[in-house]
């Protein structure tokens, strides 16, 4: 879940959900069965994602959780025209979003 390099995504892009979920959000069903294996009977899973005008992270990733987590909370986060990192999609994202799951 980290560890990587910048060159590591230009790289091998492929790889990271980032890229494979343009193709479809079916990546996530994966992601939560990994997370899930991955963290204690009790365990606390938060997501941080984004949500732009035409894509809502937190409702399209949600359902796919259901199977390994019980969905608690999320809420957003206004960062309109504070981010500036340089990089081409720069402001596309309108709300950083924070989203709580419990283990099931």
Request: a positive charge; aromatic letters at 18%.
């Amino acid at each position: 879940m980290s560890g990587w390099e910048p060159k590591d995504f230009s790289n091998n892009k492929q790889q990271f959900l980032e890229f494979r979920q343009e193709k479809s959000f079916n990546v996530y069903k994966d992601f939560f069965k990994k997370c899930a294996s991955w963290l204690k009977d009790d365990g606390l899973l938060i997501m941080h994602t984004g949500k732009t005008l035409k894509c809502d992270m937190a409702e399209h990733i949600i359902p796919f959780s259901t199977q390994f987590f019980n969905y608690v909370y999320h809420f957003n986060e206004c960062v309109e025209g504070k981010e500036k990192f340089g990089i081409k999609d720069q402001g596309a994202t309108k709300m950083h979003q924070y989203i709580f799951f419990t283990k099931k």
